[in-house]
Nanobody, 124 residues
Framework: QVQLVESGGGLVQAGGSLRLSCAAS????????MGWFRQAPGKERVFLAA????????NYADSVKGRFTISRDNAKNTVYLQMDNLKPEDTAVYYC?????????????????WGQGTQVTVSS
């Protein structure tokens, strides 16, 4: 049974930083690309960032490029999302996901497993 558990969300002021973590279990973590998505109230889930199984290749949404950094520690079966210079429009529930293969996909349909989400709220 594959499980993804996010942590690290919370309330932060605009301009601040947060680091989200996603701990994976139930499959060989290092065999799959990982991604982060978010969903704001009343909006669809959108892609943020993804990286390949080795961490050597990354993709980012334009909205977060230069502010967010995705990384992974295969020894800890954990993927991270470092979020800097946060803005009120970053407020959303953030989800990590495990891809169907090694490629850093940018569309949700390419991801097989999802965490339960963690809330990030950025105040102005």
């Amino acid at each position: 049974q594959v499980q993804l558990v996010e942590s690290g969300g919370g309330l932060v002021q605009a301009g601040g930083s947060l680091r989200l973590s996603c701990a994976a279990s139930g499959r060989t973590f290092s065999n799959y690309a990982m991604g982060w998505f978010r969903q704001a109230p009343g909006k669809e889930r959108v892609f943020l960032a993804a990286l390949t199984l080795s961490g050597g290749g990354t993709n980012y949404a334009d909205s977060v490029k230069g502010r967010f950094t995705i990384s992974r520690d295969n020894a800890k079966n954990t993927v991270y999302l470092q979020m800097d210079n946060l803005k009120p429009e970053d407020t959303a529930v953030y989800y990590c996901a495990s891809a169907a293969g090694p490629i850093a996909f940018m569309t949700s349909r390419q991801y097989e497993y999802w965490g339960q989400g963690t809330q990030v709220t950025v105040s102005s």
